[in-house]
């Protein structure tokens, strides 16, 4: 995947992220966020969410 396309869809998830009005959401956000789980694990679960 090209920069400028991997940089399209993290803004479009940090914009996804901050329009949720639900604190579980950006609770499951968060926990994905942290190291253990990767980086293909983090984008793999936002993706689903959408």
Do not use: F, H
Request: hydrophobic fraction near 50%; charge should be negative; aromatic fraction near 0%.
């Amino acid at each position: 995947m090209g920069t400028v396309a991997l940089e399209a869809l993290q803004n479009e998830v940090i914009r996804e992220v901050l329009n949720v009005r639900d604190i579980s959401v950006l609770k499951k956000v968060k926990k994905m966020l942290l190291p253990e789980g990767g980086a293909d694990a983090v984008a793999e679960e936002v993706l689903e969410g959408l």
